[in-house]
C-alpha cells in the first residue's frame, strides 16, 4: 500500500463539511472520465493499427494505404473525442 493510498484509507470522510465531500465527489468523478478517455484511447489506438497496418514494417515506414487508413482513423478518433468531451461538459454543466 502507498502512502497516498493509506492517507486516504485513513481519511474520515464523514468529518468532512458538505462543500469539502462535493469537491471530492467532483474530483472523484472527474478521475474517473479521465480514466475512461484513456481506456477509450489505447483501445481506438489498438483498433486503427489493427485495421491500417496489414503488412510488416521492414523499411520503417509505412505504405501510402496504411499511412491514409491511419491518418482517416486518427481523424474520426479525434471527431469522437471531442463530441465526447463536449458531452461531458454539457453533462457537468446541468
Keep these: 500500500m502507498n502512502s497516498t ?3 486516504i484509507d485513513n481519511l474520515d470522510i464523514e468529518r468532512l463539511n458538505d ?6 465527489r467532483q474530483f472523484l468523478q472527474t478521475q474517473q472520465q479521465r ?4 481506456s477509450q484511447t489505447h483501445q481506438l489506438t489498438q483498433i486503427c493499427w489493427t485495421k491500417c497496418v496489414t503488412s510488416n514494417i ?3 515506414k509505412l505504405d501510402k494505404n496504411e499511412e491514409g487508413c491511419l491518418a482517416n482513423c ?3 478518433f ?6 465526447t ?3 461531458l461538459n454539457t453533462m457537468r454543466g446541468a
Design 74 to 76: 486518427v481523424n474520426r
Design 85 to 87: 468531451v463536449k458531452h
Design 58 to 60: 521492414k523499411s520503417g
Design 19 to 24: 462543500s469539502d465531500k462535493g469537491e471530492l
Design 35 to 38: 480514466s475512461q478517455i484513456q
Design 5 to 7: 493510498t493509506a492517507a
Design 78 to 83: 479525434m471527431d469522437l473525442n471531442f463530441l
